[in-house]
């Protein structure tokens, strides 16, 4: 069976981390992988959390498995933090949620859940979007398809364009957005945009599907979700994928969730025993540890305060990078000018470098970016900027 089979081809970004890892040079830089780096270059296990885990350690009784679902009081907080615990969605029950393995998982139980229960929708993409998402679905074997987002240099929205294209959305598909710091482009809609989009899909019978890996990585936990508001007021329907890897630091853990909001209670609790078929045939139910440690730090003022301070500084960090990377090119002559980056929230944006560009990055300076023109801008410290700022500059 196993003689015939052929290598598969690597992972374009976690392949790039392998040959990072691999480079001698003592100054290399990884602008690749979508993981989140302190000002040391660092990615730390937030205090909130190791606490939120002492407590787990003194007061955890037993390892028996978790329902389906999760933990209840995991919904609970996860709804709460999306919504608002009083919002109308929660308080009518029409919003159901379950503990995923992560943000990934969260997305690969939304699409064997179509597959299963819809089979023959499209889901709808941004142009351009991360690069797992037509994967995820094509695994669960949900066809997909690409909206117009960005505009043609990849520096902003092209609001237009895509309004244009959400209104030919077929009735019965879904739409997939990026609740905040969408990847790969950092390009966000503002809140009257989010209105507009929300407006565009409602009504029409199409389902719009948030997948919101960042929230509060750009402005706020509230403020972020400012997207999901519009779509929740608007639409009777709706899908919201999350993930506690960036704004929890917990990558490893594996902690997200999968929540849809129906039109009724009735017709919510119907898709929840269907979500619940689709977990049970795959992973059975969710690990426990990362969701024990998010309802600790989430169900505790102090720890709460101490996740949104924490949280605080890594937003502020990327932010303020962003602005030191665009003044630092202006100030060295570069013929680009990288304004355009500090509007942008999140890791990423596309730099407009081109692969030849990025290719000379690598081999001449170890300066390391996905080949699109990607960069985290996480992996900038103010120790690496000069050089890195001196190399991009050198190839424009
Ligand atoms: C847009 C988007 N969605 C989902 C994810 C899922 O991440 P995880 O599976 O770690 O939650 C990521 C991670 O990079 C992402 O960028």
Aim: aromatic letters at 6%; hydrophobic letters at 40%; proline letters at 6%.
């Amino acid at each position: 069976m196993f003689q015939s089979i052929q290598p598969a081809p690597p992972d374009p970004i976690l392949g790039l981390t392998e040959a990072f890892v691999a480079d001698p040079s003592p100054d290399k830089i990884n602008l690749g992988v979508g993981i989140y780096k302190d000002a040391e270059g660092k990615t730390p296990v937030l205090q909130c959390v190791k606490r939120a885990e002492q407590r787990i350690l003194e007061t955890e009784a037993t390892k028996a498995y978790k329902p389906i679902a999760g933990d209840p009081a995991y919904g609970k907080a996860v709804q709460a933090l999306l919504f608002g615990a009083d919002h109308p969605v929660v308080a009518s029950g029409r919003a159901v949620t379950c503990h995923t393995p992560s943000g990934t998982g969260a997305l690969r139980v939304v699409g064997d859940y179509l597959k299963q229960n819809h089979d023959g929708v499209t889901l709808h993409l941004p142009g351009p979007t991360w690069a797992n998402h037509p994967s995820v679905f094509k695994s669960a074997g949900v066809p997909t398809t690409t909206y117009t987002y960005a505009n043609a240099d990849v520096t902003g929205l092209d609001f237009d364009g895509m309004i244009e294209a959400l209104a030919q959305v077929p009735a019965g598909d879904v739409v997939l957005l990026h609740g905040c710091c969408h990847n790969p482009t950092g390009i966000d809609p503002t809140a009257e945009q989010w209105q507009k989009i929300a407006e565009t899909l409602a009504g029409r019978g199409v389902t719009p599907m948030l997948d919101f890996a960042y929230q509060g990585f750009a402005d706020s936990l509230t403020d972020d979700a400012v997207g999901l508001h519009a779509l929740a007021e608007k639409c009777p329907e709706l899908i919201v994928c999350t993930s506690f890897s960036k704004n929890m630091a917990l990558y490893n853990e594996r902690v997200g969730s999968v929540t849809f909001v129906g039109e009724t209670a009735e017709a919510a609790q119907a898709v929840l025993s269907h979500v619940k078929l689709a977990i049970r045939t795959n992973y059975s139910n969710p690990p426990a540890h990362g969701g024990a440690i998010a309802i600790t730090v989430l169900g505790d003022d102090a720890l709460r305060s101490l996740w949104e301070q924490e949280l605080a500084g890594m937003r502020d960090r990327i932010n303020g990078i962003r602005q030191t990377f665009a003044d630092t090119m202006a100030a060295k002559g570069s013929p680009v000018d990288f304004a355009f980056l500090t509007a942008h929230r999140g890791m990423f944006s596309m730099s407009g470098l081109n692969k030849d560009q990025v290719m000379q990055l690598r081999e001449k300076y170890a300066i390391y970016m996905v080949g699109s023109g990607r960069v985290n801008v996480a992996g900038m410290t103010e120790a690496n900027m000069d050089r890195l700022t001196d190399a991009i500059v050198s190839v424009l």
